[in-house]
């Protein structure tokens, strides 16, 4: 599996920007997808999840009303809407397949900066 993360760049606060995940695995709808964000000095945190069949979400509650996760099964792609973004925002994105049982599986990331 493979996954190539886009989307991301530099924002002023209150923008938006929609992040996207494109997976080679024609598997990929068995795959539970989340993103996770690292930031300077900080740790990888869980940003948001989409179960397998895209019914079942959950978020950060640092983000929460402002992002949002969807996926597209048919295109192999899973997508993080950010809007109303903060400075605290800023970091890398990453994003993340993993079923049930078997390895886990990274992108490389995207920088989102989030500054005026």
């Known amino acids: 599996v493979q996954l190539v993360e886009s989307g991301g760049g530099l924002v002023q606060p209150g923008g938006s920007l929609r992040l996207s995940c494109a997976a080679s695995?024609?598997?990929?709808?068995?795959?539970?997808m989340s993103w996770y964000r690292q930031a300077p000095g900080k740790e990888r945190e869980l940003v948001a999840v989409?179960?397998?069949?895209?019914?079942?979400?959950h978020y950060a509650d640092s983000v929460k009303g402002r992002f949002t996760i969807s996926r597209d099964n048919a295109k192999k792609t899973v997508y993080l809407q950010m809007n109303s973004l903060k400075p605290e925002d800023t970091a890398v994105y990453y994003c993340?397949?993993?079923?049930?049982?078997?390895?886990?599986?990274w992108g490389q990331g995207t920088q989102v900066t989030v500054s005026s």
């Open positions: 989409v179960g397998s069949a895209g019914g079942t979400t």
């Open positions: 695995t024609f598997t990929f709808s068995t795959y539970a």
């Open positions: 993340n397949a993993r079923r049930t049982t078997g390895p886990v599986y």
